[in-house]
């Protein structure tokens, strides 16, 4: 491969596999406080898993940046 060529990059299946993980450690960590969460009126349920929705989110801009760059930061 000459030097101008770039080959595929370990870092997107890498990303995905981390991705896949993150999702499914948020999973459990619900699901493991499922019943204490349960129990709670339907009015904190709610905000409960709304965040538990919306926390998984906020790596991956800076993941999918390292993927595509191979950097963390701008």
């Known amino acids: 491969m000459s030097q101008g060529e770039l080959g595929p ?3 997107k299946p890498a990303g995905a596999l981390l991705i896949v993980g993150m999702i ?10 499922a019943t204490e969460i349960g129990r709670l009126p339907i009015l904190v349920q709610l905000p ?15 993941l999918l940046r390292w993927m595509e760059t191979g950097r963390w930061r701008d």
């Open 48 to 62: 409960v898993y709304v965040v538990a929705g919306i926390v998984w989110v906020l790596p991956l801009k800076p």
């Open 9 to 11: 990059s370990w870092r």
């Open 24 to 33: 499914v450690l948020l999973a459990v960590a619900v699901g493991t406080f």
